[in-house]
């Protein structure tokens, strides 16, 4: 199975700082990456499809880039309800395989 | 709007059975592959099964090959997932999930919001 290894783990920001995470596959899987966003208690959310589209009703504050086997999520300016825990998901090959999580705190 | 409702969740013994049930509205269900993921406390996201829209291709994560079957009735709008000679470390919150394709790239766009299996004696 394709690896995804995400870091960092955890990441402390405040309000208004710009954050990136990344994610790298142990093979090449073109662009066949999501980015998803998943608050305590709640299902995950999609926010990027494709390593770059955003999803419809995302804040553009969300961006995603790379190819290949290296992958960034960034948060431009985050805001309060952004501290969460975001995962990559490689949707290459099955079966699909997620990244461990960055939690984002304040 | 889309809604995903999983049940069929509970607490069972190591080595015993359960199915997961997954009941789909506001899309049209026989167009749409589905996925289960699932989340063992305090832990990230594992992907475990996905179904074509016809039912016909299955693809299951390596922990639980061989373990557990994902079907679909699509008269009936639901994705099931039988979970045979359960472990401890099965134990999770199961998602059922929507596939989505678009521009060519596959995502799961919605979600349910869980249903919790405990695996322990």
């Not at chain 1, 142990?26 to 390593?51: C, E, H, M, T």
């Not at chain 1, 960034?74 to 975001?86: C, N, R, V, W």
Request: proline share 5%; charged share 20%; aromatic share 12%.
């Amino acid at each position: 199975a394709i690896q995804m290894t995400q870091s960092p783990s955890s990441l402390s920001a405040s309000v208004g700082d710009r954050v990136t995470i990344t994610c790298r596959a142990s093979q090449d899987i073109r662009n066949d990456v999501g980015w998803y966003q998943q608050k305590p208690g709640k299902a995950p959310k999609v926010l990027i499809f494709g390593a770059s589209t955003l999803q419809s009703g995302v804040p553009s504050r969300f961006s995603g880039s790379g190819s290949g086997s290296d992958f960034t999520l960034t948060i431009s300016s985050l805001q309060p309800e952004d501290f969460a825990t975001y995962y990559c998901l490689q949707d290459y090959t099955y079966p699909w395989t997620f990244g461990q999580g960055t939690k984002l705190e304040i | 709007q889309v809604q995903l409702v999983e049940s069929g969740g509970g607490v069972v013994q190591p080595g015993r059975s359960l199915r997961l049930s997954c009941a789909a509205s506001g899309f049209i269900f026989s167009r749409y592959g589905m996925h289960w993921v699932r989340q063992a406390p305090g832990k990230g996201l594992e992907w475990v099964a996905v179904l074509s829209f016809d039912g016909r291709t299955p693809f299951y994560g390596d922990s639980v090959k061989g373990r557990f079957t994902i079907s679909r009735d699509n008269s009936k709008n639901t994705v099931f997932l039988q979970m045979t000679s359960l472990r401890p470390e099965d134990t999770a919150v199961y998602y059922c999930a929507k596939e989505e394709v678009r521009y060519g790239e596959r995502f799961a766009e919605y979600w349910g919001p869980g249903a919790l299996v405990t695996v322990s004696s």
